[in-house]
Structure formats: structure tokens, C-alpha cells
């Protein structure tokens, strides 16, 4: 049974930076494929970053380039996110989420079977 808890959420003034963790159990940091999603209030969610594990191989959204960065601790099981140069719009839920295995490994929501419940990241300006 695959589990992801999410950390590292909290307030932060503009500019400043927040690192987020997913501590995955059940899940194989080898081949899978895992990334950060994010919900602003009443907006759909939208896919921040994600990792294919086999490669390396990373994606961004076009708000975060530059900015956010996502990796992996594969001793630790453990996804990051580093969110640098925050800025109010930046605001939302994060969901840390991951592919079942053989799912096509892109930034898509519908491509993620399984979620965290989500870490609360608020900007003030």
C-alpha cells in the first residue's frame, strides 16, 4: 500500500523560500515516477513538478521554472520540493502524488493514482 505524507508547509513572507518533503512508504524510488501538485481556493489542481526516478528526467510548470526545484533521496524515500522566490500567487494546498507503476510519467493529475493529503503554503506580500 503506497503512502505519502507531506511536510514542510507554512507561511512566508514574498521572496522568501520553502522546502517541501513526501516521505513515501510502499512506493519504489527506482523506475516510479512522483511530483508536487498544487490547489489555490477555487481553482483546479495544477501540476507544479515532477520526476521520473529511472532517469532523472524532471518537468516543470511554466509559473515555477526557475524557481522550484524537485528531487529525491532515494535511501531516505523522500521527494522534495524547493520553492525559491515565492510569491503570493504561489499560495495553495501541495499534494505530493505518484504514478502507478507503468503509468506515463508526465505532469498531468489524471496520470497520478496516488496523493498525500497536502501541506498548506500561504505568501504574504
Known amino acids: 500500500q503506497v503512502q505519502l505524507v507531506e511536510s514542510g508547509g507554512g507561511s512566508v513572507q514574498a521572496g522568501g523560500s520553502l522546502r517541501l518533503s513526501c516521505a513515501a512508504s510502499?512506493?519504489?524510488?527506482?523506475?516510479?515516477?512522483m511530483g508536487w501538485f498544487r490547489q489555490a481556493p477555487g481553482k483546479e489542481r495544477e501540476g507544479v513538478a515532477r520526476i521520473y526516478f529511472g532517469t532523472g528526467s524532471t518537468e516543470y510548470a511554466d509559473s515555477v521554472k526557475g524557481r522550484f526545484t524537485i528531487s529525491r533521496d532515494n535511501a531516505k524515500n523522500t521527494l522534495y520540493l524547493q520553492m525559491n522566490s515565492l510569491n503570493p500567487d504561489d499560495t495553495a494546498m501541495y499534494y505530493c502524488?505518484?504514478?502507478?507503476?507503468?503509468?506515463?510519467?508526465?505532469?498531468?493529475?489524471?496520470?497520478?493514482?496516488?496523493w498525500g493529503q497536502g501541506t498548506q503554503v500561504t505568501v504574504s506580500s
Open positions: 510502499g512506493y519504489t524510488f527506482i523506475t516510479g515516477c
Open positions: 502524488a505518484a504514478v502507478r507503476r507503468g503509468g506515463l510519467c508526465s505532469i498531468r493529475k489524471t496520470n497520478f493514482s496516488y
